[in-house]
């Protein structure tokens, strides 16, 4: 009698279990932040429960995979929308300015501005490397199953704002924030 109680209740830990890694990494994957290119809506050392999905709307924070690394990021735009941006740096999608506070982007180095954009320095160049607007051509027809990621602290990231990078595939996303802790 009491082995097959043990056996039953070893069963049902067991499946509770096993249905649980399957909803994390299936339906709900779980990240750890490391960086700060999001800040302030998500900072360092943030852990963040995503909801797995392809569908990814402008405003949405998510995680998508590029190279060997996880990102995440902002999404602007989506498939078949027009990315444009001013010399200042203010970003329009579909003609309409982005409404953004800006106040949190800070300037930096030049030594780290060339370290994220691959730009020479002035010295080299006569000119200041561009963090605000990237080395993307404007304006940018984002293609259809991709979409325009950026981080809130530009200055400080890699996103499609550099041809490196480019648009996001929609196969590439992970999926958007549902909770962050």
């Given at each position: 009698m009491f082995i097959r109680i043990f056996t039953r209740?070893?069963?049902?830990i067991l499946i509770i279990a096993a249905a649980s890694v399957l909803m994390a990494y299936e339906l709900f994957p779980v990240v750890r932040v490391y960086g700060s290119s999001m800040e302030p809506a998500v900072k360092e050392g943030d852990i963040l429960i995503l909801l797995k999905t392809e569908n990814i709307e402008a405003g949405d924070i998510a995680?998508?995979?590029?190279?060997?690394k996880i990102l995440i990021r902002r999404c602007?735009?989506?498939?078949?929308?027009?990315?444009?941006?001013?010399?200042?740096?203010?970003?329009?999608v579909n003609g309409s300015a982005l409404n953004e506070d800006k106040s949190f982007i800070q300037k930096i180095p030049t030594?780290?501005?060339?370290?994220?954009?691959?730009?020479?320095?002035?010295?080299?160049?006569?000119a200041e490397p561009d963090c605000l607007r990237g080395d993307q051509e404007y304006p940018l027809c984002v293609l259809e199953e991709n979409y325009f990621f950026i981080a809130d602290s530009r200055e400080k990231a890699m996103d499609s704002r550099y041809?490196?990078?480019?648009?996001?595939?929609?196969a590439d996303v992970i999926g958007k924030v549902l909770i962050q802790l």
């Open positions: 209740t070893v069963s049902v995680a998508y995979c590029y190279g060997n602007i735009a989506g498939p078949e929308d027009v990315v444009d941006m001013d010399q200042e740096g203010t970003i329009y030594e780290q501005s060339e370290e994220i954009s691959g730009s020479k320095s002035d010295s080299e160049t006569g041809r490196e990078m480019g648009t996001i595939r929609k």
